[in-house]
């Protein structure tokens, strides 16, 4: 049997520190799951499937990224491989990208 859990939001501190980034932690308030167990039937290679459902995505700050952590917890694992990092991105949005005056544009290539 495999048991999903949040893992503790300081946890992503403890990465940006590590690998040198600025992960925001997604708040745990935002995501439920639709399951937190799961089995391998007998003669099955696959565990019953668990959605994750991530809520007020529009509240992200745009150009921020957030990470949030995910725990399997089972027996046997393998060291290292029992917390799941998803990676969230909210793409900054252009809304002006320039001012053209002329019916030409000159672009420049080094030589």
């Not at 708040?27 to 007020?56: E, P, Q, R, W």
């Not at 990676?87 to 000159?106: E, H, Q, R």
């Amino acid at each position: 049997m495999f048991l999903y859990s949040l893992v503790d939001s300081s946890l992503v501190a403890l990465y940006n520190s590590k690998y040198g980034t600025d992960y925001v932690a997604f708040k745990h308030k935002n995501v439920t799951f639709s399951k937190t167990s799961s089995t391998i039937a007998a003669g099955s290679i696959y565990a019953d499937k668990v959605s994750l459902t991530l809520n007020n995505l529009d509240q992200l700050e745009a150009g921020k990224n957030y990470m949030l952590l995910i725990k399997l917890h089972s027996t046997p694992i393998i060291d290292g491989e029992d917390v799941e990092y998803i990676v969230l991105a909210k793409p900054v949005k252009i809304t002006k990208a320039g001012d053209f005056y002329n019916k030409y544009i000159s672009v420049k290539f080094p030589a």
